[in-house]
C-alpha cells in the first residue's frame, strides 16, 4: 500500500503550489499525497498558473482567506504557510498520513504574520520538545548542522561538551545504516591549529570521544577548508557541521538542485525541499522550475518509513 504524505504548500505566493501541480503525476505514483490547502485557494492558483487540477488531487483543511500575491512578502501568505505546516503536522501527530513534505516558506512573511518562530525545524522542536536535527543533502552528502538560524559571535560559546556529545548520539541514533565514518568539522582554521588560532577544538575532541564509547560509531575530526574537497568528501557520506553556514555553502555549490532538508530526532518524519520560495520566477509562464529537490524529498521520506 502507498504511503500517506502530507503535503504543506508553503508560502502561496512562491512556487511551491506550482510544483505540487506539476509534479502531481509523478508523485502520486509512489506515495498517496494529501494536499494541506482548501478548495478556493488551490482553484485561484491554478488559474494564475494555468495548470489544471488533477482529478485525484486530495486537498485537506480549511485557512483563513488568502489572496495570492505573486512574489511579494506578505502577512496572509507567511500564515498560510504557517497554517498549512501545522496542519500537516496534527495529520501525523493523529495517524492520519505516514509522513511530512514540506514546501518553502519566507520566514519574513512569518514574522509579518507574528509567528515566532524562524523557520519549519524550529516550530517542530517546540512542539514535540525535542532536539530536532537539521540535516540536508541528498544520497551523495548529509551534512547535520549542530547551530543553526544564530549569529555567528553566538557560535563558539554554544560548543560545548554536554551539547555537542548529545548532538552526536541522538544524529547517530537518527541516521540510517552508515558503513563510513561521520566527519565533525571543526569551528576555527586549520581546526585550531593545536590551539594557536582558537580552543574549541579541544572541546569538540572530548565530545567526540563521549559520542564513540556511547554509540560505537567512529567520528573523525576535520579541518574545514579542505572537508569538501574530492580527495576528503569521498571518506564520507555524513557531515557534522559547526555551523550554518559552513556546512551549507559547500553543499549547495556542489548539489543545490537535488539537495534536501530532512527534519531528524522527532517522533515524526518530516522532509523538505532545500530551496526558497523563489519569488523572483513564482508564476511567470517563461521560467522553468526545478522539481529535483521536491521529488528527493518525497522519495527520501517514503523510503524513512
Known sequence: ??????????????????????????????????????????????????????????????????????????????????????????LAKKKKVDAICTLPINKEAWSKANIHYVGHTDMLRDIFKKDAIMMLGCEKMFVALYTEHIPLKNIASSVTVEKLTNFLIDFVHSIQSNQKPIAVLGLNPHAGDNGVLGNEETII????????????????????????????RKNYKYFCAMYHDQGLAPL??????????????????????????????????????????????????????
Not at 502531481?24 to 505514483?29: A, D, E, L, R, T
Not at 500564515?79 to 500537516?88: H, R
Open 1 to 90: 500500500m502507498l504511503k500517506k504524505i502530507a503535503i504543506s504548500l508553503g508560502d502561496i505566493n512562491g512556487i511551491g503550489i506550482e510544483l505540487a501541480l506539476e509534479n502531481h503525476k509523478k508523485i502520486s505514483k509512489i506515495c498517496r499525497p494529501i494536499y494541506c490547502i482548501d478548495k478556493k485557494l488551490l482553484t485561484t492558483a491554478s488559474k494564475k498558473l494555468d495548470i489544471k487540477i488533477p482529478k485525484n488531487f486530495i486537498i485537506k483543511g480549511n485557512y483563513k482567506k488568502t489572496r495570492i500575491d505573486p512574489g511579494k512578502v506578505k502577512k496572509d501568505s507567511g500564515q498560510f504557510s504557517y497554517d498549512s505546516f501545522l496542519y500537516a503536522i496534527n
Open 205 to 232: 575532541k572530548k565530545a567526540i570521544t563521549k559520542a564513540e564509547k556511547t554509540t560505537g560509531e567512529k567520528f573523525d575530526l576535520v579541518v574545514p577548508d579542505i572537508a569538501f574537497t574530492p580527495h576528503v
Open 252 to 305: 549547495k555549490a556542489l548539489y543545490f538542485e537535488e539537495s534536501i532538508n530532512v527534519s531528524l530526532n522527532l517522533p515524526i518524519k518530516r522532509t523538505s525541499v532545500d530551496h526558497g520560495t523563489a519569488f523572483d520566477i513564482a508564476y511567470k509562464k517563461d521560467q522553468t522550475i526545478s522539481n529535483k529537490s521536491y521529488l528527493n524529498a518525497v522519495k527520501e521520506v517514503i523510503k524513512q518509513n
